[in-house]
């Protein structure tokens, strides 16, 4: 059986990160959900069209990690047809042998509910708000207050809002180097494989 890795939690927490490395060390596929997100965003037209053709090169647009893109990733992501229209993909890839980690916002609620491991990374909003400014630069207020819009939006949207799945294992990152991060996500997979 394959062993799916769900890691959720706000913009910039370091969820990528960590498991882009959880995925090398054990050998496991990796699935950046938000990708899918931003390119229904970036694709623009009717959102719900544009989650049932997504294609391969929409998802390698080199546009996808702007601060714009965020938002309007974020935007379509409230619509409910737009996340049906993208979860049978996500739940087949993290079926894959030997395994599969996929980070976003409802892995562990609601498109993995019964992974593995679950793990809810965090920080807070000014650590990520710089690390995200560190990565697009401009102005270090407004990339703030585009992180707090996005995950205020996220958080009490209707369906598939982001918070913690009841059997995550928290890990805060604001006062971690990104080596004690991922050591610590990697002890907590050790200890379920
Ligand atoms: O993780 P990333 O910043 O790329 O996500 C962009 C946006 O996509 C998020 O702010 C969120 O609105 C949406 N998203 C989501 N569910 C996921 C992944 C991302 O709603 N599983």
Redesign the pocket.
């Known amino acids: 059986m394959s062993f799916t890795v769900a890691i959720d939690g706000p913009?910039a927490a370091g969820?990528g990160t960590i498991s882009r490395a959880l995925a090398a060390a054990f050998g496991f596929a990796h699935l950046?959900?938000?990708?899918?997100?931003?390119a229904v965003g970036a694709k623009g037209g009717d959102p719900v069209q544009a989650a049932l053709s997504l294609t391969p090169q929409d998802l390698a647009r080199d546009d996808l990690r702007s601060l714009a893109a965020?938002q309007a990733?974020?935007r379509v992501?409230v619509i409910p047809e737009v996340?049906a229209a993208l979860t049978a993909f996500q739940r087949r890839f993290a079926t894959q042998e030997p395994g599969a980690v996929l980070?976003?916002?409802?892995?562990g609620t609601v498109?993995c509910p019964d992974a593995r491991v679950k793990l809810y990374v965090t920080a807070s909003p000014a650590v990520r708000a710089h690390r995200r400014w560190l990565e697009v630069g401009g102005d270090a207020a407004q990339v703030l207050a585009e992180v707090i819009e996005?995950d205020q939006?996220?958080m009490t949207r209707a369906e598939?809002p982001l918070r913690p799945a009841a059997d995550a294992v928290v890990i805060d990152t604001s006062d971690l180097t990104i080596d004690q991060a991922i050591a610590l996500a990697t002890q907590v997979i050790r200890q379920r494989l």
Request: glycine residues 12%; proline residues 0%.
């Open positions: 913009a969820k950046d959900t938000g990708l899918l997100y931003r965020g990733a974020s992501a996340r980070d976003g916002r409802d892995i498109i996005r939006r996220d598939a």
